[in-house]
């Protein structure tokens, strides 16, 4: 089972980055997939997260109406559009799978600095 994060970086406030996730070793279209994020010397927090069609959503308040997730499940890949940055969005993010209790899979992150 692999989980694996690109599109981090360095971004200015205000700007843009789009996050990928790309599965393999396990049935992605049967999963929910999640974001989360983990600021130094904070709890990791959940971010957004799709449903199996893609058809629901959800998204914590702080980042409502900036970051939109959606996934490809021909491509087995999640993506998290990251709009109007901030500051306080710098951390690592991390995708994660779920089916059910016992079939959980976390990435490795990836590195999101906003800062100009």
């Known amino acids: 089972v692999q989980l694996v994060e690109s599109g981090g970086g360095l971004v200015q406030p205000g700007g843009s980055l789009r996050l990928s996730c790309a599965a393999s070793?396990?049935?992605?279209?049967?999963?929910?997939m999640s974001w989360y994020r983990q600021a130094s010397g904070k709890e990791r927090e959940l971010v957004a997260r799709v449903t199996v069609a893609g058809i629901s959503t959800y998204y914590a308040d702080s980042v409502k109406g900036r970051f939109a997730i959606s996934r490809d499940n021909a491509k087995n890949t999640v993506y998290l559009q990251m709009n109007s940055l901030k500051p306080e969005d710098t951390a690592v993010y991390y995708c994660y799978a779920q089916n059910g209790i016992y079939n959980r899979y976390w990435g490795q992150g990836t590195q999101v600095t906003v800062s100009s």
């Open positions: 070793g396990f049935t992605f279209s049967s999963y929910v």
